[in-house]
């Protein structure tokens, strides 16, 4: 990027950036969960220039969780829940990773080269942290308060590394909780009657992970939560969205009655 053009951005602009990463959504309701989707959106300010990529791999999984979008967005409206979706890419900035992993702003696509993120400067960085991070940071941290339980919404691929995943919604947590279990065990049950096979922690284990928005807002607060995962070309055909839609309706507004029923709603 050019260094010059970054240091130029003035307060009202670098302000108007961070009001452009993330939204909000129904955040009067009731429901004991906060939904947190961090990959939903695949923009990259307009001062970073798409960081030097072609417009189609923004499109893709590396830059987006593809369906995620629109997946929190129905599940906010039908559970009443309150919803907090970041709008720009992880290839920008990814909230979820600590800021010293190597994704946290990757510098490429599988083997192709994200010019933009091969050596930015530390005003770079700081700059991205201000639009990208911080304003997800206080979002989220404000969302949660007084919330029963947090469910970080993503996708995956259905191949990783040449190999089938054999997992349609996974269930991925680090500390056990009725919550999760409660989860696990209804999911579970009604996914299995839907055609779904749910996975435990699969495809990928939290417990050999770091997650970060789930480690600072939900553990490290005392608060139950998960990653909820769903293969993402299960989101991308109407069909299956709907049924993976109303299957996690069911199971989630299941999971609230039998927990918080003074917060939960019948679906």
Known sequence: MDAASLAGLDDAAIAALAAASVELLGMEAESPYLLIAEHAGNRIPQ???????????LGTHFAVDIGVDALTR???RTLRAPAVVAHYSRLFLDYNRPSTEWDFMRPDLGGI?????????????????????APLEQAIAEAAAGRR???????FTPVMGGVRRDVDIGILW?????????????????????GFRIGDNEPYDWRQ???YTLNRHGLEQGRPCLYLEVRNDLLSDPETFERVSTTLEAA?????????PKQAIAV
């Open 74 to 76: 129905r599940l906010s």
């Open 252 to 260: 989630f507004a299941t999971v609230a009655m039998s927990l918080w």
């Open 113 to 133: 080269p994200v010019p933009g993120n091969l050596a930015p400067d530390a005003v770079d960085v700081e700059l991205r942290r201000r639009v990208g991070w």
């Open 209 to 211: 992970a770091i997650g």
């Open 47 to 57: 001062p970073w220039r798409d960081l030097g990529l072609a417009l189609p791999y």
């Open 149 to 155: 339980a947090l469910i970080s919404v993503h996708s």
């Open 174 to 194: 680090r500390e056990q909780s009725p919550f999760v279990t409660s989860v696990l065990k209804t999911l579970g049950a009604m996914g299995a009657r839907a």
